[in-house]
């Protein structure tokens, strides 16, 4: 059974930091580049950040960018959210998925992922 678990999130205040991972299981994890998207409330999906099968590219999404921070353990099978400098505006569900689509594309959309897990809550506030 594939199985994709997210975990760390909850509520921070403007300027705060959180670290949120997703636990991989049921398929092979290092066969896939790995993303976060996230979904705002009332908003539609939005590409985060994507990583190689290797950990030695990333790419992020300019409204992220130079404040969060991905990385993955392929011993672990675990993909990793490091969020800093947060704001009002990453309030969102956070998921992780496996990327199926070209990791070299300059963006990506729905349809590139495969597997998606059930997603873990952030919520910035003061």
């Known amino acids: 059974e594939v199985r994709l678990v997210e975990s760390g999130g909850g509520s921070v205040q403007p300027g705060g930091s959180l670290r949120i991972s997703c636990v991989c299981s049921?398929?092979?994890?290092?066969?896939?580049?790995m993303a976060w998207i996230r979904q705002a409330p009332g908003k539609i999906l939005e590409w985060v950040s994507a990583l190689d099968w290797y950990g030695d590219e990333s790419k992020y999404s300019g409204s992220v960018k130079g404040r969060f921070t991905i990385s993955r353990d392929n011993r672990k099978n675990t993909l990793y959210l490091q969020m800093n400098s947060l704001k009002p505006e990453d309030t969102a569900v956070y998921y992780c998925?496996?990327?199926?689509?070209?990791?070299?594309?300059?963006?990506?959309?729905?349809?590139?992922?495969?597997?998606w897990g059930q997603g873990t809550q952030v919520t910035v506030s003061s």
């Open positions: 049921g398929f092979t994890f290092a066969d896939y580049p």
């Open positions: 998925a496996t990327l199926v689509g070209n990791f070299f594309q300059a963006s990506y959309v729905k349809d590139d992922f495969g597997y």
